[in-house]
T-cell receptor, first 115, second 114 residues
Framework: AQTVTQSQPEMSVQEAETVTLSCTYDTSESDYYLFWYKQPPSRQMILVIRQEAYKQQNATENRFSVNFQKAAKSFSLKISDSQLGDAAMYFCAYRRETSGSRLTFGEGTQLTVNP | NAGVTQTPKFRILKIGQSMTLQCTQDMNHNYMYWYRQDPGMGLKLIYYSVGAGITDKGEVPNGYNVSRSTTEDFPLRLELAAPSQTSVYFC?????????????FGDGTRLSIL
């Protein structure tokens, strides 16, 4: 079974600085997707960024980028120029392309942004 | 665009009561999912469906039932509610396999069993 591990229950960063959230996963499949979701106090699940496993190039979305290391099964999220609105719970998720393409989530990292 | 709509947003149940959480999507997505999120935890899959008339169990299906009679609707039924089912429930949908589209989530239903 696939598992997703986020080893940092809590992280904090100063406004305008950079922070990296860690995620590792376990799978025997070669075709899959990885995602980072943001969950603010409103509880909404907001997609931050996604990475296709077959792509070697790391995904980037504005201030958000990933470091995808397929052999190491590592998928970290870097947030640059952190803003107060980035404060939220962040979930790493894995999606396989069989069995309904369902998501497996990590336990989350609570990010605090200090002014 | 409505997207994925869940009702109700909040509900308090007594132990042993039953209820149905409603989920509907207007994007003509084939795949639909139900997740639960316990406090401070990640989401866990309860049930999913790859099309009308087809459902399958996820990680934590005990105590729940689902049906999928139409593409749009995917209700989740709780029978004999127990305190362990106190959680936030999320419904999600996506087009289907061989699409690179991510899952679209509803806003969640907060359920308390007392």
């Amino acid at each position: 079974a696939q598992t997703v591990t986020q080893s940092q229950p809590e992280m904090s960063v100063q406004e305008a600085e950079t922070v990296t959230l860690s995620c590792t996963y376990d799978t025997s499949e070669s075709d899959y997707y990885l995602f980072w979701y943001k969950q603010p106090p409103s509880r909404q699940m907001i997609l931050v960024i996604r990475q296709e496993a077959y792509k070697q190039q790391n995904a980037t979305e504005n201030r958000f980028s990933v470091n995808f290391q397929k052999a190491a099964k590592s998928f970290s999220l870097k947030i640059s120029d952190s803003q107060l609105g980035d404060a939220a719970m962040y979930f790493c998720a894995y999606r396989r392309e069989t069995s309904g393409s369902r998501l497996t989530f990590g336990e989350g990292t609570q990010l605090t942004v200090n002014p | 665009n409505a997207g994925v709509t869940q009702t109700p947003k909040f509900r308090i149940l007594k132990i042993g009561q039953s209820m149905t959480l409603q989920c509907t999507q207007d994007m003509n997505h084939n795949y639909m999912y139900w997740y639960r999120q316990d406090p401070g935890m990640g989401l866990k899959l309860i049930y999913y469906s790859v099309g009308a008339g087809i459902t399958d169990k996820g990680e934590v299906p005990n105590g729940y039932n689902v049906s999928r009679s139409t593409t749009e609707d995917f209700p989740l039924r709780l029978e004999l509610a127990a305190p362990s089912q106190t959680s936030v429930y999320f419904c999600a949908s996506r087009p289907g396999t061989y699409s690179n589209q991510p899952q679209h989530f509803g806003d969640g239903t907060r359920l308390s069993i007392l």
